[in-house]
Structure formats: structure tokens, C-alpha cells
């Protein structure tokens, strides 16, 4: 059974800290992981991640893949309080049968 | 694009009732999905289906029913609600499931947050 696990599943810091956030993978056939940030309502797409060591940047958003020890991070830098939500990680498989999501990390920038 | 939207927002239902969840996407998306989310649970899947006239069972079916009639639409039926069945619903569309690469991005609707008391 495909298994995501994300680490921690909730942290509190300041404005203006760095942050990175863990997801560890244990999968049959990997494709894909994907990250997805969580406010209200539904998740939003952050990044697909194939191929290890290749870093994907979004603004202060970044993430990269090892496939070798099999996790991937996702960094933040200069938190603002915009970015406190839910970060989800999910991998995508070799089938149709859709994601396998983490638990997810709730993480809470305050001011 | 209204993208991935979803109906009704809200429900509350008793238990054995039965209702439909309506999940509709306009970019011609072949796949779809069903997703359930529960505090400290994560996403998980319920049914998916590849194309129209194609279902297949997620992680946690029992309870739920769907059918895929035209590539729009992908309707998720409760047939005899159940407390356990409490959760925020999302419906998710990607271009393909097989592909790879780009297609398997999933799009989500905004959900709707059923309780049955």
C-alpha cells in the first residue's frame, strides 16, 4: 500500500522565518509528487515534482525531490502571514487511481 | 473556465437519508475524482473514473456511488447516509491519468461539507 508521510504535521512561527516541511514516500510505482497548499477551501497546485535534484521555484516557494531516500521538501522564505495554510504532499502512481495524500501540515505564520 | 465546481456547499442530512453531490468541470477533462477529507485523516479517495462510461473504486467506496454519463459531469450518490460519512467532499479533474507529467495535475473543486446527524 502507497504510503505519504509528512513531517511536521503542524508548526507556528513568525513573519519573516524560514520554513521547510517534510514529505516521505513509500510507493509501488512512482510518477509524481505533488504539492498543494490547503486555505479555506480547496487545495490549490503548488508543484509537480518527476525527477530528483531538480529544484522547482515559485516566488519564495520552492521545492525539491530525492528519490534515492525517497522524501522531498518544500521551502519557504520570508513567511508572511499569507502563507499560513494546510501544505498537503500526494504522489501520483502508475495507475488511474488518483493521489495518495499526506495528512498534511498545518502550518500558522504569526505577525 | 469556471474550472471544477461543485454543488451544494453545505448539506445536512439524516441518517439514512440518500442525496447526490453534483461535481461538474468545463475543461474537457478526461479524468475525475472524489475525494473525501477528515481532520487529522488527509484526502482520500472515494471513486474515480478515466473517462465517461468508466468508474472505478478508490480507497473507501463502501456507502457511495457514481456514475459517469458525459465527460462533464461526475455525480457522487450517498445511498443510505451514515454519520461516518460526516466530511468535506472535493471533486478533482486532471487532462488524462495515464499520461504523466503535466496531465496529472489535479484540479479541485471547493467542496461541500455534508453532516449527518
Known amino acids: 500500500e502507497d504510503k505519504v508521510v509528512q513531517s511536521p504535521l503542524s508548526l507556528v512561527v513568525h513573519e519573516g522565518d524560514t520554513v521547510t516541511l517534510n514529505c516521505s514516500y513509500e510507493?509501488?510505482?512512482?510518477?509524481?509528487l505533488l504539492w498543494y497548499k490547503q486555505e479555506k477551501k480547496a487545495p490549490t497546485f503548488l508543484f509537480m515534482l518527476t525527477s530528483s535534484g531538480i529544484e522547482k521555484k515559485s516566488g519564495r516557494l520552492s521545492s525539491i525531490l530525492d528519490k534515492k531516500e525517497l522524501f522531498s521538501i518544500l521551502n519557504i522564505t520570508a513567511t508572511q502571514t499569507g502563507d499560513s495554510a494546510i501544505y498537503l504532499c500526494a504522489h501520483s502512481g502508475g495507475g488511474a487511481d488518483g493521489l495518495t495524500f499526506g495528512k498534511g501540515t498545518h502550518l500558522i505564520i504569526q505577525p | 473556465n469556471a474550472g471544477v465546481t461543485q454543488t451544494p456547499k453545505f448539506q445536512v442530512l439524516k441518517t439514512g437519508q440518500s442525496m447526490t453531490l453534483q461535481c461538474a468541470q468545463d475543461?474537457?477533462?478526461?479524468?475525475m475524482s472524489w475525494y473525501r477529507q477528515d481532520p487529522g485523516m488527509g484526502l482520500r479517495l472515494i471513486h474515480y473514473s478515466v473517462g465517461a462510461g468508466i468508474t472505478d473504486q478508490g480507497e473507501v467506496p463502501n456507502g457511495y456511488n457514481v456514475s459517469r454519463s458525459t465527460t462533464e459531469d461526475f455525480p457522487l450518490r450517498l445511498l443510505s447516509a451514515a454519520p461516518s460519512q460526516t466530511s468535506v467532499y472535493f471533486c478533482a479533474s486532471s487532462y488524462q491519468a495515464y499520461s504523466g507529467g503535466a496531465r496529472d495535475t489535479q484540479y479541485f473543486g471547493p467542496g461541500t461539507r455534508l453532516t449527518v446527524l
Open positions: 475543461m474537457n477533462h478526461e479524468y
Open positions: 510507493v509501488t510505482n512512482f510518477r509524481s
